[in-house]
């Protein structure tokens, strides 16, 4: 089969449709990091703050405790004055007071939730066997905060300048 030489201008083409997308890529990303394109969610668009715990996923040990915290948007710890439960007493159990303290119990994932009024926030809780957690296990992650005018990213540049 003859090959059919490639003209230097239709690779040059290809090369620059191929920077233009990743460039497109690049803005569009960025754009959504910023909060630029954020959904508001309606607790957020009525004015309300909304309630966040932290940390938003953990991962423990049998026999493992953690305690949880709550704040809302405005930066008030609000975690005395909530409701607190979990969602499956078989795989943990909860010690209310001033520091909700979640102790786990059997292996699975169960959620840790809150309520102050009509508010709530939860957690997601995954219980594993042994004495170390497996690897790429999350033992700690906190959630972008919801509603937030500051969502932890102010700028995004590029590695590479273009």
Known sequence: MPVTPTSQSETGDTA???AAARKKRFEEEKKRLEGQERPQDTICAEGKPALYITPAEAGMLIGESRVFTLFDTDG???TAAADWAVSSSDLAALTSGDEPTVTAKNEGTFKVTTRIDARS?????KVYPGDKL???AARWKVAPIPC???PG????VP???H
């Open 16 to 18: 620059a449709a191929k």
């Open 153 to 156: 990213i102010s700028k995004v």
């Open 159 to 161: 590695a590479v300048p």
């Open 148 to 150: 937030s005018k500051n």
């Open 76 to 78: 008030h710890k609000l």
């Open 121 to 125: 926030a939860e957690a997601i809780v």
């Open 134 to 136: 497996l690897i790429g």
